[in-house]
């Protein structure tokens, strides 16, 4: 039989000119035809609440339009059970896949995210971070390490817990998830490397603000150096983390007089844009030039030829993230790891280097190894 409940009490309320009452959690509870404390533990903790009862105080809500005062709750309890997120970009898939896992997980700790942007520009992440402060966040996670003194002493000052993603360095204030940066590009240049290439490229974005963009140049200078050969400066792209960075880099190595052999972006998107610029300009991938990329993004495989590139595990970060932010702010412990290993996917468009392009015999005793 249908519950009446919720029809007779929204006809108890007469039509008048005077906006009625907002509703209470008081109403909510007559409504639902429970108790105070189970519509309060049912709203704020619905894991501890039998599903019948969550049930029909989820359809109280519903039906009188209740919003709980967030405010009163927060003073009350000191938390207002939100985590700011903030991303340079939306713009990269690997990030929008680390922040939906964020968020999965912390709607099943029972927080909720404030996202904010600042679009790689380091004067505006200041004031993004403060906003997203002064909304009365209780924890905020971060992408990288390299981040203004301010934005440290402003987590510090109010004592907000931190987490810092896609990196494993020391920070002024806060804790990291993340991986190596270093590693993961020094493992790939290592594998073009044993394919004959000794005339490499990098695309990397810009390295003046961004920490995790001048780890990964060093990784493959590193790489190249052991192998007797050297990362040619005029041969490190600072470009935008996008498709257009990517076809941007090509433009440039076609007006080169000696162009590389291969070419290692550190996103996916700039080796997706630099694929597509290549075959505007008839260099044929991976015949004339490899192309590798970093994520591993949906689109990597789907590509022709399919992307080789470094694999991070996005989605393990933001779980780990959101686990983290939330037992630094519950002072609680979870037994989880702090770092997350990369690994290169080898596809079709890293082959070896062209003939008669190396000169150290090194390099043509590894390309022999490897062909």
Not at 16 to 45: C, F, I, M, W
Not at 229 to 250: C, H, M, N, Y
Not at 334 to 350: G, T
Request: with cysteine.
């Amino acid at each position: 039989m249908e519950d009446t409940r919720f029809r007779v009490f929204l006809k108890m309320a007469p039509m008048t000119n005077v906006d009625p009452p907002r509703p209470t959690l008081e109403d909510v509870a007559k409504l639902a035809g429970v108790s105070l404390g189970s519509a309060s533990r049912a709203l704020s903790v619905p894991d501890q609440v039998k599903p019948k009862t969550l049930a029909l105080v989820r359809r109280a809500v519903e039906q009188l339009g209740y919003v709980s005062n967030g405010a009163a709750r927060a003073l009350a309890s000191k938390r207002t059970r939100t985590i700011g997120a903030i991303y340079p970009t939306m713009y990269n898939p690997a990030f929008v896949e680390s922040l939906h896992t964020l968020q999965q997980t912390l709607w099943g700790l029972n927080y909720q995210v404030v996202l904010a942007i600042h679009e790689y520009i380091p004067e505006r992440e200041y004031d993004v971070v403060r906003a997203v402060v002064e909304r009365g966040v209780d924890g905020v996670v971060l992408v990288g390490t390299a981040h203004e003194d301010r934005v440290f002493d402003l987590m510090r000052q109010r004592r907000i817990p931190l987490v810092l993603t896609w990196q494993l360095d020391e920070p002024r204030y806060g804790e990291c998830i993340g991986f190596d940066n270093w590693r993961a590009t020094y493992e790939m240049t290592k594998e073009v490397l044993a394919r004959g290439h000794e005339r490499i490229a990098i695309v990397c974005g810009s390295m003046e603000h961004n920490q995790r963009a001048r780890q990964r140049v060093a990784g493959s200078a590193d790489a190249m150096k052991e192998a007797g050969l050297e990362l040619a400066p005029d041969l490190v792209f600072e470009e935008p983390f996008s498709i257009e960075g990517g076809k941007d880099a090509i433009k440039k190595i076609v007006e080169l007089k000696e162009r590389p052999t291969a070419l290692i972006c550190h996103t996916d998107l700039q080796a997706i844009g630099a694929l597509h610029e290549c075959g505007v300009h008839g260099i044929r991938v991976p015949e004339d030039m490899s192309i590798t990329g970093m994520d591993d993004i949906e689109l990597a495989a789907l590509m022709n030829p399919p992307l080789t590139t470094i694999r991070v595990p996005t989605k393990e970060i933001g779980v780990l993230a959101a686990r983290r932010i939330v037992g630094l702010i519950e002072k609680r412990t979870f037994d989880d790891p702090r770092s997350v290993r990369c690994e290169v996917v080898l596809r079709d468009s890293l082959g070896n280097a062209p003939a008669g392009t190396q000169r150290t015999p090194a390099a043509r005793k590894s390309r022999r190894k490897t062909a």
